[in-house]
């Protein structure tokens, strides 16, 4: 079943949120991205993957603006990045780093006051920015007295000032708990549902695998693979997992009887069997099970992950 996502775009906006056409930066002979064609639809959030080295940050700073590519061109909401008019697109983006510097002897309200300044935004949005995030009983505490977790999360409220079209976030649950996280990512969600356009980059790739809408995974500058996650599984023909907990002496027959499908192996656990089977075999291997009746005790299909998905495609 697919779903429809609306989204409320700028006035006169039209095209994609992010273009890379041929997009390439070089160090010397070293080729940190090399030759780079994408695209993130308004609206969307996107996320850019790939181990260490493999270009995503150089990549994520041209976006930015902050490093000049050595051949190709990116846009941001139809506007190069090296142009004259970047300039005004550049104060509908935001922007949290890996690594958050700010002052420690400012609290965190007179933080996002610096930065409303430094964006040209109204001050008075600091303060439900700060809501936002969840700081409003340390809005006057400075920032020495702040865990890592606190700046992270008023990182991100800086990042949402002036009401970006654009935010890019790297590494942006760097320090936060499990209900930090979720909360984080309920307002990703939200931004999206208004049109704001999201990509992130994260190490933590189970974080991402259900709150994204498509991903790249990069590997030696390039793209190696872009989609959905499902999108990715059909590219890879991954195989399923299927965990069976069966009755005591059901377990090896059981085996023999799914010997005989083509494609299909398993292997014997204490509880019954884990069988890996071709995607295009589940309903055949289900078929099969079906006669076990009463003595199929569990079942649990595990679709590849998206870890496994990266370790496919980049390795």
Do not use: W
């Amino acid at each position: 079943m697919t779903s429809t996502i609306l989204v409320n775009k700028p006035p006169g906006a039209e095209g994609p949120a992010i273009q890379a056409r041929g997009v390439a930066r070089h160090y010397g002979a070293l080729r940190a991205v090399d030759g780079v064609d994408l695209s993130v639809e308004r609206g969307e959030i996107f996320g850019l993957i790939g181990r260490n080295g493999a270009g995503k940050s150089t990549l994520f700073k041209m976006m930015l603006g902050l490093i000049q590519p050595s051949a190709g061109e990116i846009l941001i909401d139809g506007t190069s990045v090296q142009g004259s008019d970047f300039r005004t697109v550049r104060r509908h983006i935001g922007y949290l780093p890996e690594n958050v510097v700010l002052y420690d002897n400012l609290s965190g309200l007179e933080t996002l006051r610096f930065f409303a300044r430094l964006k040209g935004a109204p001050s008075s949005q600091c303060e439900p920015t700060l809501a936002r995030v969840g700081l409003t009983h340390a809005g006057n505490r400075p920032l020495r007295e702040y865990s890592k977790g606190m700046r992270q999360r008023l990182g991100f409220a800086q990042a949402l000032l002036g009401a970006p079209r654009v935010l890019f976030l790297d590494e942006p649950s760097n320090g936060l708990d499990p209900q930090a996280i979720r909360d984080f990512y309920a307002t990703l969600h939200g931004l999206r549902d208004t049109g704001v356009t999201i990509i992130i980059t994260s190490h933590i790739l189970a974080e991402l695998q259900e709150r994204v809408d498509r991903l790249a995974i990069m590997s030696a500058g390039k793209i190696q693979a872009l989609g959905s996650v499902q999108e990715l599984r059909d590219q890879m023909h991954m195989p399923l997992t299927l965990e069976l907990r069966l009755e005591p002496g059901d377990a090896v027959a059981t085996q023999q009887a799914l010997q005989q499908l083509a494609g299909v192996s398993s292997v014997l656990t204490g509880e019954g069997l884990r069988v890996s089977c071709p995607r295009g075999s589940k309903m055949l291997v289900l078929g099969a099970l079906a006669a076990l009746g009463s003595r199929l005790l569990d079942l649990n299909i595990r679709e590849p992950s998206l870890e496994d998905l990266f370790f496919g495609f980049s390795d």
